[in-house]
């Protein structure tokens, strides 16, 4: 039978693999390296000819990811096995031979730093990321307590989609189930002085805004009943007393159209 | 006899695979994956320390038998085989799960 072409970057992405395998303790990789070299060198081919070049990415996270883990995981089993026996220094001696390997291939060194340098970094951002849209919590009190809520419409195909202010309305009344709720409306406004008018991002808000977020302004009150009939105060961000203002006194005097 | 402790998941996974004969490394990685609809996909850095550990135990031996059988690059692949104290932990495993099953279906009988 005929040997699937190989992927490009199998071999040296085998040989940056081998060397990564001195994580794992000195019986382990004396049993199994070269079984685990092959099993890569599977892998990277199958993950290539499955996924392309996005394949060969992802199995390099994950690789790393997992001999990283599981051969520190290794290397502390072993120690713990042969506690007590201070002649087998391997983890020191495996350390140095590496060290002596790299400076004797500097070119093949270089594409390992490379290599691991950008599989680190694209780790990094793939977890900051993962963090940041999915583990983090909302920068808002008790925000486990905050919920969306979305109105359906099937008669014309839609499925989530926000309510119309009425519908809010009764929401707000009608409801026991929520401390307090509010309705928003991403817009847009014009910052005008002196010199210049500028579009900048604003959202059209019921007065319960902040007490659902649980925070209050820095400067000033909070938005209170009643007042937001047909348009109330406008509260600033400090994002834009930086970008508009300068200096936070000034923003007196403000005119929003 | 001592008792056995439990498998884990991987570990019951391996002997299993490895119940209708040996198998190399990558062999036990697609079989695993198409017994689970993908849903486990061993590395190479993962799989050889549960195979290490199982080799410890006795539960699965090189097989070097099966290399003969084969041609081409799957000649000079290890492969390994379930041992008869394998198998047993396997079965012993399973009725386990069995009877947890069982139990829980039971209850939700009652329910």
Redesign the interface.
């Given at each position: 039978?005929n040997?699937p072409k190989s992927a490009p970057g199998l071999d040296a992405s085998a040989r940056v693999?081998g060397v990564l395998l001195h994580l794992y303790s000195k019986g382990?990789r004396a049993?199994?390296a070269?079984?685990?070299?092959?099993?890569?060198r599977?892998?990277f081919n199958e993950e290539f000819q499955r996924r392309g070049w996005f394949g060969i990415l992802l199995f390099w996270l994950?690789?790393l990811v997992?001999?990283g883990?599981?051969?520190i995981?290794?290397r502390l089993g072993a120690a713990f096995t042969r506690r007590g026996d201070r002649s087998d220094s391997a983890f020191g001696r495996d350390l140095a031979y590496a060290v002596r390997s790299l400076r004797r291939a500097p070119g093949f060194a270089v594409g390992a730093a490379i290599t691991l340098a950008l599989g680190i970094g694209a780790t990094v951002t793939l977890y900051t990321l993962v963090d940041s849209v999915l583990l983090r919590p909302l920068p808002y009190p008790e925000s486990d307590r905050i919920v969306q809520l979305w109105e359906a419409n099937p008669s014309i195909g839609l499925d989530k989609e926000g309510p119309s202010p009425w519908n809010f309305v009764d929401w707000e009344r009608s409801t026991t189930s929520f401390e307090s709720m509010t309705a928003w409306y991403l817009t847009s406004g014009t910052y005008r002085d002196e010199n210049r008018a500028e579009e900048v991002r604003s959202a059209q808000v019921t007065t319960g805004f902040f007490r659902v977020l649980g925070v209050t302004p820095e400067l000033g009150r909070d938005f209170q009943e009643l007042e937001g009939v047909p348009y109330g105060p406008v509260m600033l961000s400090d994002r834009f007393g930086v970008e508009f203002t300068e200096r936070i006194p000034r923003w007196w005097g403000v005119r929003w159209s | 006899m001592p008792q056995q402790s439990p498998l884990n998941q991987t570990q019951f996974l391996i002997l299993l695979v490895l119940l209708d004969g040996p198998l190399h490394g990558y062999g036990i990685v697609k079989e695993i994956a198409a017994r689970t609809d993908s849903g486990v996909r061993l590395e190479p850095g993962n799989l050889y320390r549960f195979v290490k550990r199982l080799m410890e135990l006795g539960y699965i031996a090189d097989a070097p038998q099966a290399r003969s059988d084969e041609s081409g690059r799957d000649a000079r692949r290890r492969y390994f085989s379930l041992t008869r104290k394998g198998r047993e932990a396997l079965e012993g495993d399973a009725a386990r799960m069995r009877s947890l099953v069982l139990a829980l279906e039971s209850r939700q009988g009652n329910g």
């Open positions: 039978m040997e693999y382990f049993a199994h070269q079984d685990a070299v092959d099993l890569f599977d892998r994950k690789t997992n001999v883990w599981h051969g995981a290794d | -």
